[in-house]
């Protein structure tokens, strides 16, 4: 489980009275929001890892919503990405999408559309954080393993049976059993398929 600060929804939007329509629409419904009248405003204020989803409007002064985007792409931070657009930035808004934002609500839009959105980028973002909290605690169980038990926790998950291992390292069926038993031991997998799904989540891109 999380234990952290509630998820917010971060509303990035130079018109101030769309700012405080959306605020008051959200926080209606019982969602965290904070609120910042330019993108710079808004990178001053944060830090990577927060809960929650980001707001934007495409067009503003300074960096605009795209570039915003895009810039929180390039570094790395995995906060959903949802755009405001208005009727003529739908082709800037989907290539948007296509370089990684979540979605874009066309003005004007339904209180619903805009709501129903943000609840899907919420949930969106606790299962991936929780996600990557069990991807960093198998990778954390993974370096405790000495090489050639790693190898064979490779092997074994590919589907090799122990005498298949043993040939291919040229040791004795015995001494992958040694080795296997250390693997489940080590990575606390009560069962070849825990084991195994182990692998493919700490493998595996969110």
Request: glycine share 6%; charged share 25%.
């Amino acid at each position: 489980m999380i234990a952290e600060t509630p998820a917010t929804v971060f509303i990035v939007d130079d018109d101030q009275a769309m700012r405080t329509s959306l605020q008051w629409l959200i926080e209606s419904t019982g969602m965290t929001v904070k609120t910042y009248d330019s993108a710079a405003a808004f990178l001053a204020d944060y830090y990577p890892g927060r809960a929650g989803c980001l707001l934007l409007d495409v067009r503003m002064p300074g960096m605009s919503g795209l570039e915003l985007q895009a810039y929180m792409a390039r570094e790395g931070f995995r906060t959903p990405v949802i755009l405001i657009t208005g009727h003529g930035d739908v082709a800037m808004a989907v290539r948007a999408m296509k370089a990684g934002a979540m979605d874009f609500i066309e003005k004007p839009f339904h209180d619903e559309d805009l709501l129903r959105s943000l609840r899907y980028a919420l949930d969106y973002d606790q299962k991936t954080r929780a996600n990557r909290l069990v991807q960093a605690d198998i990778a954390r169980r993974l370096a405790e393993l000495t090489p050639r038990e790693h190898e064979v926790m490779m092997m074994v998950t590919d589907g090799q049976s122990n005498k298949e291992i043993a040939a291919a390292l040229g040791v004795s069926a015995k001494t992958v059993e040694a080795h296997r038993a250390r693997v489940m031991e080590k990575m606390r997998a009560e069962s070849l398929a825990e084991l195994v799904r182990m692998a493919l989540q700490v493998t595996s891109e969110i």
